[in-house]
């Protein structure tokens, strides 16, 4: 089945700063999406995004479908960031099942 | 806040018992997806609910099953349970099955001592 990783496993960033989340997959798929989980569990769709870049305030996200990639951008990062950033894909293979990437967890400092 | 609500919100069951989960989806929203997440690893897809059918299961037994109601609220059931069911069980809607956005409630975390 399609694997998918996710680089770093773990950041530790200073308030204000910058950092890049990684998704690789190894086959096609037909979608992905990136979850923020929240210490609390909860999990937030932070992008639906199969293909091209999107931006929403300080996040921004990239996906190269024919490269089998996507990166997640976070700037003038926050506490409230903090938390296990997740990409979840559906495989082009017609099936209807989710999978999730192996998270990256961030933590912010003040 | 999704709309997704799941109960109860915390559970403590020892081996062998069986447990029922339960997730109202969002207003609208006729497809469910349950899913399973030990602690420090990603969800696990454990099945899919289109219109009270099940549509797509993961790698798990069958003693892992589940209803969708006409109302689109959905249950999770586990029998005979085991210690590594432990778990924090989410649950997440979307507007149809081809509709791809998924919106997901707080989850049950499972205790099986």
């Known amino acids: 089945g399609i694997q998918v990783e996710q680089s770093p496993p773990d950041l530790i960033l200073q308030e204000g700063a910058n950092s890049t989340l990684r998704c690789n997959f190894s086959?096609?798929?037909?979608?992905l999406q990136w979850f923020h989980q929240n210490p609390w569990g909860q999990l937030i769709n932070l992008f639906y995004?199969?293909?091209g870049t999107k931006q929403n305030g300080r996040l921004s996200a990239t996906t190269v479908a024919t490269e089998r990639y996507s990166l997640l951008y976070i700037s003038s990062s926050q506490t409230t960031d903090s938390g296990v950033y997740f990409c979840?894909?559906?495989?082009?293979?017609?099936?209807?099942?989710?999978?999730f990437g192996t998270g990256t967890r961030l933590k912010v400092l003040a | 806040e999704t709309g997704v609500t799941q109960s109860p919100t915390h559970l403590i069951k020892t081996r062998g018992q069986q447990v029922t989960l339960r997730c109202s989806s969002q207003?609208?929203?006729?497809?469910v997806s349950w899913y399973q997440q030990a602690l420090g690893q990603g969800p696990q897809f454990i099945f899919q609910?289109?219109?009270?059918?099940?549509?797509g299961r993961g790698n798990f037994p069958p003693r892992f099953s589940g209803l969708q109601f006409p109302n689109y609220s959905s249950e999770l059931n586990v029998n005979a349970l085991e210690l590594d069911d432990s778990a924090l069980y989410l649950c997440?809607?979307?507007?149809?099955?081809?509709?791809?956005?998924?919106?997901f409630g707080s989850g049950t975390q499972l205790s099986v001592l």
């Open positions: 997440a809607s979307s507007l149809s099955i081809r509709s791809e956005k998924l919106f």
């Open positions: 086959d096609s798929v037909n979608n």
């Open positions: 995004i199969p293909s």
């Open positions: 979840d894909l559906r495989p082009a293979s017609g099936t209807y099942k989710y999978i």
């Open positions: 207003s609208g929203h006729n497809t």
């Open positions: 609910y289109y219109r009270e059918e099940e549509n």
